[in-house]
């Protein structure tokens, strides 16, 4: 091997010298010249493309806001009659003409607006670029072959409330590919414009959910008015993936469905610790008349610090003037400090006087004491 | 006529609002960082000061703050109305207790925005 490569070493050296010096330097600066010549290109189209961009971005700033500002916004304020209100189409289109650079800075303009006013200004704002035919420029996105132009365009139409057969046909393939983010958008569009039976969507969600994601289901099942709203708790059971129960156990917790507790504590015997300090959390939401009891209960099962933490909590959230002197042993008889400053808090949160009344066994307790009377301290 | 500083990051918020505010007859002047807003504040008086809070380089809180703290800063604006994409309510108490006479959060109604500049500017 090493014998090799000293041989082809002797025979490149052996051509180097037979081949005309001059032309290997000619060929060298030859080569050098051109990759010179490349870069500038590159630096010149990238140049160009800027500044293309850029002058898209003083146009569109220019004469689009005072157009939408004169045609939109201020017969709105003066109450014109919103029918009377016409989209002015083709004076946007005349400063758009055909360029994609302007296009784009148009609908960022259109999103801009969205994110500034609220209410009847939104629906003509929306009503612009459906009139405008822009949607039409996401949809081709959508069938793109690169997933990042799927996400723009899907995001887009999302915004827009853009919704029809062809998009349907379209995410129904895309939902079939790896891309976890690519699939989010996808149920993030199918809950906020399709606005499907939510049973069915839930049944759907088959994939381990990011906090990200959970949220943002959250966030948009809460934020909008489906007339059916399952019971959540059906979903929560050992079977489900954790996210999705978490989901279920939050989304139960917000629309108060009560029954969802006794699937929570069932739950809880089997799950791993995060699962069951999320759950206890939750819990700590729900209000039934045996919860303090069934959480006093839990509390002595509970092995962690943490998850003893969690019930104490609960119970704070939930638990009644009754509640006070277990509340008050846990305080005096736990060794964990804690655990004392849980039961303390829980307490303070049932009746502040209960709070300032309690003699403090030592300096321990009156530091956790302290702590939960300064109002600056985060608990 | 009636002067208003508009401080705000975003290049189509201003123009949107600086033109709704000149359409009702006010002098405008506008910069879209707190550095800017702050030698203008220095410079000249203004009835009404509109600060967005979530601004580059000198922060609109930042910048509330300064005013509350500096008695020459505080007299050359008479009114000061925050407007914010933070819903949160402790930015909000914050911003009141920064002496701030009206508090906006985004996104908001175009006839909101106007008549509450009317009714500081009264």
């Given at each position: 091997m090493k014998s090799n490569?000293?041989?082809?070493?002797?025979?490149?050296?052996?051509?180097?010298?037979?081949?005309?010096?001059?032309?290997?330097?000619?060929?060298?600066v030859a080569v050098l010249l051109l990759g010179l010549i490349m870069v500038y290109y590159f630096i010149f189209i990238f140049r160009r493309i800027n500044r293309s961009k850029e002058h898209a971005k003083f146009v569109i700033e220019e004469q689009v806001t005072p157009i939408i500002a004169e045609r939109i916004i201020i017969p709105y304020i003066n109450k014109v009659d919103p029918n009377k209100i016409t989209s002015p189409v083709e004076e946007l289109k005349a400063i758009i003409k055909k360029s994609r650079y302007r296009r784009e800075e148009f609908v960022r303009t259109l999103i801009n607006f969205h994110n500034i006013f609220d209410g009847g200004v939104n629906e003509h704002i929306r009503q612009i670029y459906l009139d405008m035919g822009l949607n039409a420029f996401a949809e081709k996105g959508l069938f793109s072959r690169k997933v990042k132009k799927n996400i723009l365009?899907?995001?887009?139409?999302?915004?827009?409330?853009?919704?029809?057969?062809?998009?349907?046909?379209?995410?129904?393939?895309?939902?079939?590919?790896?891309k976890e983010i690519l699939r989010e958008c996808i149920n993030f569009y199918i809950l906020n414009v399709l606005e499907i039976n939510l049973d069915n969507f839930i049944n759907s969600i088959q994939h381990p959910m990011s906090q990200w994601e959970r949220l943002q289901y959250y966030m948009i099942i809460t934020n909008s008015h489906y007339p059916n709203i399952p019971n959540f708790s059906q979903w929560i059971h050992?079977?489900?993936?954790?996210?999705?129960i978490l989901l279920c156990a939050e989304l139960s917790a917000h629309y108060y469905q009560v029954e969802a507790s006794d699937a929570i504590y069932q739950l809880l015997r089997t799950?791993?610790?995060?699962?069951?300090?999320?759950?206890?959390?939750?819990?700590?939401?729900?209000?039934?008349?045996?919860?303090?009891?069934?959480?006093?209960?839990?509390?002595?099962?509970v092995k962690s610090v943490d998850g003893k933490?969690?019930?104490?909590?609960?119970?704070g959230r939930t638990g009644t003037i009754n509640d006070l002197p277990f509340l008050l042993d846990v305080f005096h008889a736990s060794e964990n400090g804690f655990i004392k400053k849980s039961a303390l808090r829980s307490i303070y949160s049932?009746?502040?006087?209960?709070?300032?009344?309690?003699?403090?066994?030592?300096?321990?307790?009156?530091?956790?004491?302290?702590?939960?009377?300064?109002p600056l301290l985060k608990y | 006529m009636k002067n208003i500083l508009l401080v705000e990051d975003n290049k189509v918020t201003v123009t949107m609002l600086s033109f709704l505010l000149k359409k009702e007859g006010y002098g405008v002047d506008v910069t879209?960082?707190?550095?800017?807003a702050l030698k203008n504040l220095k410079e000249n008086t203004y009835d009404l000061l509109i600060l967005d809070l979530g601004l580059p380089s000198l922060r609109g809180e930042e910048l509330l703050s300064m005013m509350t703290n500096n008695q020459n800063l505080k007299d050359q604006v008479l009114k000061t109305m925050v407007i914010t994409s933070n819903i949160g309510e402790e930015t909000m108490e914050q911003a009141f207790d920064m002496n701030a006479d009206d508090y906006l959060?985004?996104?908001?109604?175009?006839?909101e925005f106007v008549a509450r500049v009317k009714r500081l500017l009264k």
């Open positions: 490569f000293y041989a082809d070493a002797f025979n490149w050296v052996e051509i180097f010298v037979l081949f005309n010096w001059d032309m290997l330097q000619a060929l060298i365009a899907l995001n887009e139409l999302e915004f827009f409330k853009v919704k029809s057969h062809r998009i349907v046909k379209r995410i129904t393939q895309l939902q079939r590919k790896k050992a079977e489900e993936e954790p996210s999705k799950s791993t610790l995060p699962i069951k300090l999320k759950l206890l959390n939750i819990l700590g939401r729900i209000y039934t008349d045996d919860q303090a009891e069934k959480l006093k209960e839990l509390y002595s099962i933490s969690e019930v104490l909590k609960a119970l049932i009746d502040v006087d209960a709070f300032h009344a309690i003699q403090p066994n030592g300096e321990i307790e009156q530091i956790i004491i302290n702590h939960i009377k300064n | 879209t960082d707190g550095e800017e959060v985004k996104p908001f109604s175009p006839v």
